[in-house]
Nanobody, 124 residues
Framework: QLQLVESGGGLVQPGGSLRLSCAAS????????IGWFRQAPGKEREGVSC????????DYADSVKGRFTISRDNAKNTVYLQLDSLKPEDTAIYYC?????????????????WGQGTQVTVSS
């Protein structure tokens, strides 16, 4: 059974950093495009970043460009999202999602497997 598990969330002060992990089980990530999404209280879910199955293509939401970095380690079956220079508006539950294949615009891929999410809170 395909499963995604996020970890690495927590409470951090503005300007701080976190590294989120998305670990896959029941399948190998090599052929999957992976996306990170977030949902803040009272807001719709939004795409944050994504990475192609080969790792050669990435995309970021304008609000996080230059601050977040996505990467993947297929040997560890894990995708990471490095969050730097965090702001209070980054507070949300962060989810990773997977879909098999390569997509021209990975942020809009038809993700069909989702993790349970990890909470990120940015506050002083």
């Amino acid at each position: 059974q395909l499963q995604l598990v996020e970890s690495g969330g927590g409470l951090v002060q503005p300007g701080g950093s976190l590294r989120l992990s998305c670990a896959a089980s029941g399948f190998t990530l090599d052929d999957y495009t992976i996306g990170w999404f977030r949902q803040a209280p009272g807001k719709e879910r939004e795409g944050v970043s994504c990475i192609s199955s080969s790792g050669g293509r990435t995309d970021y939401a304008d609000s996080v460009k230059g601050r977040f970095t996505i990467s993947r380690d297929n040997a560890k079956n894990t995708v990471y999202l490095q969050l730097d220079s965090l702001k209070p508006e980054d507070t949300a539950i962060y989810y990773c999602a997977a879909v098999r294949g390569l997509f021209r615009r990975c942020m809009f891929a038809p993700y069909d497997s989702w993790g349970q999410g990890t909470q990120v809170t940015v506050s002083s």
